[in-house]
């Protein structure tokens, strides 16, 4: 069986269980609703609130280096340690954790297979609602390697060829019928996807349980299927950009595709942009 | 206790069984086909005001005889409303707490109704973009606190709990049975825990294994509260396929269109499933031509005015002054 091309950067929940309690492991949930970490997490794990406290508060754009550096340090996590992320919505958040943990250059960093939902399903996981003891530590961030990250001059880039750009939204969303899923405060004045973009929803990535899919299913969807060409640089995008990092770690880390960038701007810029070129259906 | 006198000690005393059925009413004026009267069964005549009164009970006097509530331990339910209602109603009334998570989604009035009835209440996001088989944020949530807090919270679980399904077999299976004189030829039902359909059904083909059980669901991306489209049934392990011969896939404005023509021409104040439920046993009676139909209106409209507001066209027109 194909293994994944970086199988380093996935836990399973029963790996968590056994070694959380090691020094020089640290948990963090990472959750668009902070409900799910106040009612209950894995013991001894942070909780970080990707609206608050991931995203710059004042402009449209990840936290800076010295807020990431202050956030990570005052979470008790150091440069050298191995940090387990993982979170609700089958880990979108905690996969954005983990592309904004590259940017700034953490070496040891993993998703945690099947996110919160699968820890919380099997019977010997424990949760709690106690709160971890911390003890603040320097932590000093590196980059940030904007390699990972596309713009949106870069996404006209694309659309001139050359690039696969990967739409991972649901279908109604890539052709226009909808603007946004019911109830987002986030959305576009225009409904729609990026001319060339192909349409594979993020969930086409996982099983039943949440879990990625095996590395030869992985191949076959995106790349046999999908037509996704693992010679081009590739861009993937959804509507805010936590979708989509969930992809983005899919076709880099599992996958191993060159040179993959998360457009973290997302629907939400490019269906704002006046006179951008839009396709329907 | 008498029901005919209706007098009781406790409010539990009115809860429905073949003695004390909720009632049957007939549809007159939107269903002229005499081969196939069609009635309602009102079920938010039960005592907090919907069908969920039933299951409620039965899985909480489960847990209270296996000593799982009580004291400092109360329960925690994911819910679109009603059977948070009735279960922080009942939970409070006998002594205990309740907490209950609900999307986002669900109508305003439901959410007051929930405080008032003394439930704790959680509000989560709706789901943005659900894959299948994942469940959902409400049911992970209330799993989630009664996993982290069980010192404080056990979990009826409406969607895996199989007294869910034998409440509706011992109460509402029995009670149509004969409310119809076991005339009953088709059963029209919603699918939301699927506790109401499976229970139902159970009871009235062991009786007449002809009966017909019509599944009425809302198209998909609906915003009826408490009913799934069939897409989003893998939540509930309570859904049986095999005791379903039909199940109608309905435009989910006709919920809101229907529930205002069954209050504007029957007199019946039914909610927007009622509505639904409705729609698709018209369309069966067109089909079929002969039977005598039974549906299942589950709640009435009351908790649903802001949702009629969003869904009738005019409806919120001349209000204020």
């Known amino acids: 069986m194909a293994r994944y091309a970086n199988p380093e950067v996935l836990v399973e929940t029963d790996w968590v269980l056994a070694n959380m309690n090691k020094p020089g492991i640290k948990l963090v949930e990472i959750d668009v609703d902070t409900k799910a970490y106040d009612a209950g997490h894995i013991p001894g794990g942070v909780g970080f609130n990707w609206q608050t406290q991931l995203q710059d508060q004042v402009r449209r754009d990840i936290i800076s280096k010295e807020a990431f550096e202050k956030l990570i340090g005052g979470a008790g996590i150091s440069n050298s340690d191995t940090v387990i992320l993982y979170g609700d919505n089958n880990n979108w958040f905690a996969a954005y954790g983990f592309w904004l943990f590259k940017i700034y250059g953490h070496k040891e960093v993993r998703l945690m297979n099947g996110g919160r939902v699968k820890w919380l399903n099997e019977k010997d996981k424990p949760l709690t609602t106690d709160l971890p003891k911390i003890t603040p530590v320097k932590y000093t961030a590196a980059g940030p390697n904007l390699e990972l990250r596309a713009m949106l001059p870069q996404v006209f880039e694309a659309q001139r060829g050359g690039w696969n750009l990967v739409d991972v939204r649901s279908p109604d969303e890539f052709t226009g019928k909808v603007i946004a899923p019911p109830g987002m405060s986030e959305t576009a004045q225009r409904g729609g996807h990026i001319p060339g973009a192909r349409s594979v929803p993020w969930s086409t990535a996982v099983n039943q349980d949440g879990t990625f899919k095996s590395a030869e299913e992985l191949q076959n969807i995106y790349i046999q299927q999908k037509g996704v060409d693992p010679k081009k640089d590739t861009i993937a995008y959804c509507r805010i950009g936590e979708r989509s990092s969930h992809t983005w770690f899919v076709l880099k880390y599992l996958i191993g595709l060159n040179n993959v960038k998360n457009y973290d701007g997302s629907w939400t810029e490019y269906g704002n942009v006046v006179a951008a070129p839009i396709e329907k259906a | ?321």
Not at chain 2, 66 to 85: A, D, K, L
């Open chain 2, 1 to 321: 206790m008498d029901h005919a006198v209706r007098v009781y000690e406790n409010v539990f005393e009115m809860l429905p069984s073949e003695e004390n059925p909720t009632p049957m009413v007939r549809i007159n004026r939107l269903n002229r086909t005499q081969d196939f009267p069609l009635y309602a069964k009102l079920e938010w005549m039960n005592p907090f005001g919907s069908v969920k009164d039933r299951p409620a009970w039965a899985m909480l006097q489960d847990l209270e005889a296996r000593g799982e509530v009580g004291g400092i331990r109360g329960v925690v339910e994911p819910t679109s409303g009603n059977t948070g209602i009735s279960l922080a109603a009942m939970a409070r009334a006998r002594g205990y707490h309740a907490r209950v998570v609900v999307p986002n989604k669900v109508p305003l009035e439901k959410k007051i109704l929930l405080k008032i009835a003394g439930a704790e209440l959680d509000v989560i996001s709706d789901e943005l973009c659900p894959a299948p088989g994942l469940g959902d944020g409400s049911i992970n949530l209330a799993k989630t606190h009664a996993k982290a807090s069980s010192d404080k919270y056990t979990l009826p679980n409406q969607y895996e709990n199989e007294k869910n399904v034998e409440a509706h077999f011992k109460t509402t299976g029995p009670e149509i049975w004969k409310q119809t004189q076991g005339r009953i030829t088709h059963l029209f039902v919603s699918l939301g825990t699927c506790g109401t359909v499976t229970g139902t059904s159970k009871f009235l083909r062991s009786k007449n294994p002809q009966v017909k059980v019509i599944a009425v669901q809302p198209t998909e991306g609906h915003d009826v509260p408490g009913l799934r489209n069939v897409t989003q049934l893998g939540v509930s392990k309570l859904f049986d396929s095999s005791l379903i011969d039909d199940i109608l896939e309905v435009d989910f404005r006709m919920a809101y269109k229907r529930a205002l023509d069954l209050s504007q021409n029957e007199g019946l104040l039914a909610g927007p499933s009622s509505g639904l439920i409705f729609e698709g046993a018209l369309e069966i009676i067109s089909r079929d031509k002969k039977g005598f139909g039974v549906m299942i209106f589950p709640d009435n409209i009351f908790k649903y005015t802001s949702n009629m507001v969003k869904h009738i066209p005019g409806l919120g027109a001349g209000t204020s002054a």
